[in-house]
T-cell receptor, first 114, second 115 residues
Framework: AQSVTQLDSQVPVFEEAPVELRCNYSSSVSVYLFWYVQYPNQGLQLLLKYLSGSTLVKGINGFEAEFNKSQTSFHLRKPSVHISDTAEYFCAVSEMGSYDKVIFGPGTSLSVIP | GAVVSQHPSRVICKSGTSVKIECRSLDFQATTMFWYRQFPKQSLMLMATSNEGSKATYEQGVEKDKFLINHASLTLSTLTVTSAHPEDSSFYIC???????????FGSGTRLTVV
């Protein structure tokens, strides 16, 4: 079975500063990887996903993530954050060949300080 | 893009009653839908996988007789919380896989409060 770890439960960062949200996963087979954002009392919105190919994935809102198979990581980055980026961010994994269920990490609360 | 419409967004019910939550895929056919539960300040926990025309598959620890899932058509899946109790109060979210691009789209969630 796979699992996802997000080591930072809360990340405060000043506006226009860069940010990295960490994600590590564990799985015995190859996986697909996702980052989602959730605003208060709302559903989830896909930021980006890694299926195969280039390990650097670019998503919406200026976010990008890099898949590192040897370190089993998929860290999310943004070079300059905005107040509107304040939200909960979830890293998620799905095993290739499974019946498609997605397992979520515990989430990282990003707070952008003006 | 692919949209999943989830209703109601908020519901308050009395303890012992049942509540039905609907998720509809608006512009695509969802052969598989996933139901998640989210407690405050916590992550999403997969409850069950719903396949059109067949019985849902429940995750370990989820009571299938309490959380009834029906996926009778390619555009509608429902979750019924039967005999609800205050501990069932939570945020419930559905999700559907989108075609060959292997993405998922999520409903906007239902905030259930049992009093």
């Amino acid at each position: 079975a796979q699992s996802v770890t997000q080591l930072d439960s809360q990340v405060p960062v000043f506006e226009e500063a860069p940010v990295e949200l960490r994600c590590n996963y564990s799985s015995s087979v190859s996986v697909y990887l996702f980052w989602y954002v959730q605003y208060p009392n709302q559903g989830l919105q896909l930021l980006l996903k890694y299926l195969s190919g280039s390990t650097l994935v670019k998503g919406i809102n200026g976010f990008e993530a890099e898949f590192n198979k040897s370190q089993t990581s998929f860290h999310l980055r943004k070079p300059s954050v905005h107040i509107s980026d304040t939200a909960e961010y979830f890293c998620a994994v799905s095993e290739m060949g499974s019946y498609d269920k997605v397992i979520f990490g515990p989430g990282t609360s990003l707070s952008v300080i003006p | 893009g692919a949209v999943v419409s989830q209703h109601p967004s908020r519901v308050i019910c009395k303890s012992g009653t049942s509540v039905k939550i609907e998720c509809r895929s608006l512009d695509f056919q969802a052969t598989t839908m996933f139901w998640y539960r989210q407690f405050p300040k916590q992550s999403l926990m997969l409850m069950a996988t719903s396949n059109e025309g067949s019985k849902a598959t429940y995750e370990q620890g989820v009571e299938k007789d309490k959380f009834l899932i029906n996926h009778a058509s390619l555009t509608l899946s429902t979750l019924t919380v039967t005999s609800a109790h205050p501990e069932d109060s939570s945020f419930y979210i559905c999700s559907a896989r989108i075609g060959i691009n292997y993405g998922y789209t999520f409903g906007s969630g239902t905030r259930l409060t049992v009093v």
